[in-house]
């Protein structure tokens, strides 16, 4: 079946420490995406692709990294210098550049 | 720039009557428009989307929206819900990029 996968569905990270959550689609799609969701609060972009070896900040860009060094995926780094980790991050993809998304089914990511 | 506002953050309807989420929408531009629905803890799935074709936009589960230029608006309406709709929906315009909602939380009453 096609489709995008993130891993793990669930994460638990101490203060002060790097955390890199998984997406990998299927779907030979060009553009792939992050997002956070707080609650109330909707989805905001933090970083989005276009192609292979090229990305893009998004609104929220600040204390996040991203690569694309292949087409299927798109991992995101969360590191110690965002202040506010906590939330439920979306991993999504497109066939051209903000088309019909397709979304994984999300990582929760918990600072503890 | 633009921008997408629900302007409900929570409806309760009972199971069988009918279903309006409310979303307005600014654009510079001839945008797309989408409906996605989101369950707890789970990703977003596209219930539908309009691109510049026909303006009532019909989706999956029964769901469809109209897009009305004049008002700039694009609701989502359900003739009869079914407790499985209860979950969060997210209006979303598309065009220099892609802008959400703060999202609509639907709660199905029996």
Redesign the interface.
Known sequence: DGGITQSPKYLFRKEGQNVTLSCEQNLNHDAMYWYRQDPGQGLRLIYYSQIVNDFQKGDIAEGYSVSREKKESFPLTVTSAQKNPTAFYLCASSIVFFAEAFFGQGTRLTVV | AQSVTQLD?HVSVSEGTPVLLRCNYSSSYSP?L?W?VQHP??????LL?YTSAATLVKGINGFEAEFKKSETSFHLTKPSAHMSDAAEY?CVV?????R????TRLTVKP
Request: hydrophobic fraction near 35%.
């Open positions: 953050s797309s989408f996605y803890n789970k990703g977003l799935q596209l989307k997210f598309s065009d220099r990029d892609m959400f909602g703060a999202g």
